[in-house]
């Protein structure tokens, strides 16, 4: 599980799965979304947009795939992380240059 999920990812797969399977007897994808949520636990808002997230995953539908997400969470760290790092290396060299014009010349 993620940090901050409630839900194992195999309770999120099989409820996705019911929902699909359930439109054909619902009529309606909010339908079978509302009728699913109770039987897993969750509230309906919170399966929709898992279904959403599945949909734009399997390239049903536009948006931001969950690993692109990922992708750019991990790219932004490692910027964050260079960023701070190279202001460490600014710093440290600033220092240096001032301590070498500190010391008195040798003849």
Same mark, same amino acid.
């Given at each position: 599980?993620?940090?901050?999920?409630?839900?194992? %990812?195999? +309770?999120?797969?099989?409820? @996705?799965?019911?929902?699909?399977?359930?439109? /054909?007897?619902?009529? #309606? $994808?909010?339908?079978?979304?509302?009728?699913?949520?109770?039987?897993?636990?969750?509230?309906?808002?919170?399966?929709? %947009?898992? +279904?959403?997230?599945?949909? @734009?995953?399997?390239?049903?539908?536009?948006? /931001?795939?969950?690993? #692109? $997400?990922?992708?750019?969470?991990?790219?932004?760290?490692?910027?964050?992380?260079?960023?701070?790092?190279?202001?460490?290396?600014?710093?440290?060299?600033?220092?240096?240059?001032?301590?070498?014009?500190?010391?008195?010349?040798?003849?």
């Amino acid at each position: 599980m993620k940090k901050g999920s409630r839900y194992p %990812k195999e +309770v999120r797969e099989r409820a @996705i799965r019911m929902v699909f399977e359930a439109i /054909e007897n619902h009529g #309606s $994808k909010w339908a079978a979304i509302q009728s699913i949520a109770p039987k897993i636990g969750c509230a309906a808002p919170t399966l929709d %947009k898992w +279904v959403k997230q599945d949909e @734009i995953d399997s390239g049903s539908r536009p948006g /931001e795939t969950t690993d #692109s $997400k990922t992708r750019i969470k991990e790219l932004e760290r490692e910027v964050k992380e260079l960023t701070q790092a190279n202001e460490i290396l600014r710093k440290a060299s600033a220092f240096f240059a001032q301590a070498k014009l500190d010391r008195p010349r040798r003849k």
